[in-house]
């Protein structure tokens, strides 16, 4: 049908008119006919692509290219375990890579499996159960609690109807919907006549005509945004790349330059081959994307243990640079589970009431001069005026049956001391009048102690309960409701409804009538204006304890907090005060908080070029697309972006943000689907623990590639200078493979395993264009530096001393060169630590991996150069004392030097 049309617009025959239908539903020829033209009622799929695709693409990445020419290098060499380690690292990165590619296409398989798969339709007079897949626009619907809705349909019918839009809207409770007529420009949220594909049925009965079917319908045009929204890399993946590739470019140019001196110089060709080889592997960080893998695989079983599960490794490195959480604001800042926080009796007594959620535990605290009775009486209508139930196990709740709010109530009662069933088996109930959007309260009927009297009790909106009372309860007293008295009570309710909670009053009354009377006449009682008004109750779904001190960290490590929900402007707002994204006393609420309706008068542009994008706290009542849009804005404004989302309209937004997050228990499967992470316990407060491991993990590849970095520049400095000085080589290919599985191997995977530094969440966050070499400067040029200095100094040395054409004198000053080296990287692995810390400011043993690889280094470099038949393999001699003393000596200036650095920076 035509997308244009204003359906919520139209009155019920003018729809049933436009659709070419009729209250006793289609038949079946009609259906059939519309089938053909319409299609099945099922959402389009784009065309995926196969595994093999996906495999496929993942050898075409850098980085495999680099492993694979490793790989050969390697076995052309005779390096057979080299060769083998890599081939394990080459499957291990395409597995890794295909696995999270081929996850991202789920998301519209997940999309599909939430519409329902049958339901109740007339065709031909006649209700039917039939496969949602054949319902066509005109199709008429007949609906029942727990139904799920098959497509966008018009409210034709409805008895005390109410949907769960939860799913699609973000609105945390029960939409009331009716037959009527809504002006052009209502929102979504507000189409009181109109149900959604996917949302469901919990309260009530109706009927409903189809509209809107498959891809046209809001399900399928948020699918059709997913469809379009193409997974991004990281800015961290991105870095990686460019950083492998202008490595290796740079290292084999070099090697190249290096290998034509050679030639010129009249040198074996094949010796220069085998060590110009020799000198590129170990050049060419192919180890780089296996720490890295390693590195992000260890963060993210480190991240499950605390409730926050992996699905794209990547994600793991990208929190640790988030600027912005966008936090959607039912179950993850707040509990989700509403609680009766404030009540208030006549004259001006507030009870606070403690204690969080669906648990007993808590207490009231209220003025002494408060009569009991009176609030014994509010809170006995609050038990009988009330069809939910709970079932206690000591003072956990094992089962809720029922309206959340009403859960809220009996949670409260009990609070106070009173036992649900027994007040209901002394009062049981007669008959009730349930809420309806026309009346707005909820009447029940009950036995009393008197013959022939009756107990009436009420709740519902405060100004419809206060025009059904004509007296108030006062210490015992019943008081007249005068105009002065109503008019307090009122602006009571406005009160606690500013500070965002639920109101309700509650109202009781007698009446002297046969049983029979009540029992037949529905309309008893139902215009009955003289009720006691007994008092008001304020619920709120409150925010999670921790979820305060997760807020005020986030603010230290200078990541903005910002609040997507679909409540009411009120609601979110008292609850962004609580935890701290608002300050308590910001005044100027309209720069903090900004309204779905709103939204779509703003120019985003505009916005970015006031500055007053992060002024923005709270964004209330939002569409899917205006979430997505956020997003969008938020990232093309240079903020590294996450979401959280359980709904499925969350999905466009989680997948286009960097790190979409999807709740683990309320979650829907497309959310779950369209994120990058998961939260196991749909806690905010996981998030922030999740955004330390990401700062962690990337601070150790830093000093990783600082590390690993330091060496190959080294080798390639010190071979290249003995070359272009037309010395013997310093180092053999042997040594300089060894060199580089000693310095690629354990201590790096040990570094990587680093805790967290004391101050990383004092930081903020760094500049997701800043290069990965930004802050280690210091290190990674003038390390490399002073390691080819001395290397090269003690080589001209022993040669100097040994004689520069004696094979004795070059073998003993490469075997000087070579311990060198070795003891050099394995002192520096244990500055790299940090860059900011002293060693001795860490803990000598806060990282006991590192401390038994670099003694596992250390006793086999000192095995191989002792053991007769290994220093003939690798052309070594034996060493004296005092050479072993000026090897360790040398061994340390890197040390000593990162030490001092980290001194002097700690001064300024």
Known sequence: MSSNTKWHSLTAQQVLDNLHSHLDGLIESEAKDRLEKYGLNQIEKEKQRSPFFIFIRQLKDPMVLILFVATFISFVLGEIIDGIIIVAILIMTTIIGFIQEFRSEKAIDALMKMTATTCRVLRDNKEKIMETKYLVPGDIIVLYPGDKIPADSYIIEAYNLEANEALLTGESLPIEKIQTVLPEETHIQDRKNILYAITTI?????????????????????????????????????????????????????????????????????????????????????????????????????????????????????????????????????????????????????????????????????????????????????????????????????????????????????????????????????????????????????????????????????????????????????????????????????????????????????????????????????????????????????????????????????????????????????????????????????????????????????????????????????????????????????????????????APALKAAHIGIAMGITGTDVAKESSSMILADDNFATIVSAIQEGRRIFDNIKKYLVYLLSANISEILILTFAVVMGWPFPLLAKHILYINLATDGSPAIALSMEPSEPDIMRRKPRNPNETIFFGVKKWLIPIPIILATVTLFLFWNTLNVNGWDSEYGIAKARTMAFALIVFFELFFAFSCRSFRHNVHKLGFLSNKLLIYSLLGEISLIIFIMNYPPLQEIFDLVPLAFSDWIIVILLGTTGLIYSETIKLINKGK
């Open 202 to 650: 919990v309260n009530g009965r109706g009927k409903a005509v189809i509209f809107e079917t498959g891809s046209n319908t809001e399900i399928g045009k948020i699918t059709t945004v997913v469809q379009g929204i193409t997974t991004q890399k990281t800015p961290f993946e991105l870095k990686i790349k460019h950083t492998v590739k202008l490595l290796s470019l740079s290292m084999l140019i070099i090697v190249g330059i290096v290998f034509v001196i050679s030639l010129i110089r009249g040198l074996p060709v094949l010796d220069i081959l085998i060590w110009s080889i020799s000198l590129a592997v170990a050049a060419i960080p192919e180890a780089l994307p296996a720490i890295i893998t390693t590195s992000l695989t260890i963060g993210a079983y480190r991240m499950a243990k605390k409730n926050a599960l992996i699905r794209r490794l990547p994600a793991v490195e990208t929190l640790g640079s988030t600027t912005i959480i966008c936090s959607d604001k039912t179950g993850t800042l707040t509990k989700g589970e509403m609680t009766v926080k404030q009540v208030y009796i006549y004259d001006n007594h507030f009870i606070e009431v403690t204690g969080v959620g669906y648990n007993t535990k808590g207490n009231l605290l209220f003025n002494l001069s408060i009569n009991k009775n009176d609030l014994m009486l509010l809170v006995k209508c609050a038990v009988l005026c009330n069809d939910a139930k709970i079932e206690l196990l000591q003072d956990d709740i094992i089962k809720m049956f029922g309206d959340t709010t009403e859960i809220a109530l009996l949670i409260f009662a009990k609070k106070v001391g009173i036992v649900n069933e027994e007040l209901s088996r002394l009062s049981p109930r007669l008959r009730e009048i349930p809420f309806t959007a026309e009346r707005k309260m909820m009447t029940t009927f009950h036995r009393s102690d008197k013959k022939k009297e009756y107990e009436v009790f009420a709740k519902g909106a405060p100004r419809v309960i206060l025009n059904h009372c004509n007296r108030v309860l006062k210490d015992g007293q019943f008081l007249p409701l005068t105009d002065k008295i109503k008019d307090h009570i009122i602006s009571i309710n406005h009160k606690m409804a500013s500070e965002g909670l639920r109101v309700l009053a509650l109202a009781t009354t007698n009446i002297e009538v046969e049983i029979d009377q009540i029992l037949a006449d529905k309309n008893t009682n139902n215009n009955n204006n003289d009720f006691l008004f007994l008092g008001l109750v304020g619920i709120i779904d409150p925010p999670r304890k921790e979820v305060k001190d997760a807020v005020s960290q986030c603010k230290t490590s200078g990541i903005n907090v910002v609040m997507i929900t679909g409540d009411q402007k009120f609601t979110a707002l008292a609850i962004a005060k609580e935890i701290g994204i608002v300050n308590k006393y910001e005044t100027e609420i309209e720069k903090v908080i900004v309204s779905g309706q709103e939204l779509d008068e703003i120019n985003f542009d505009s916005l970015n070029k006031k500055n007053k994008l992060n002024d923005i706290k709270i964004y209330s009542r939002v569409l899917p697309e205006q979430k997505l849009k956020i997003v969008q804005t938020l990232k093309n404004n240079g903020h590294i972006v996450a979401v959280t989302g359980d709904g499925v309209n969350d």
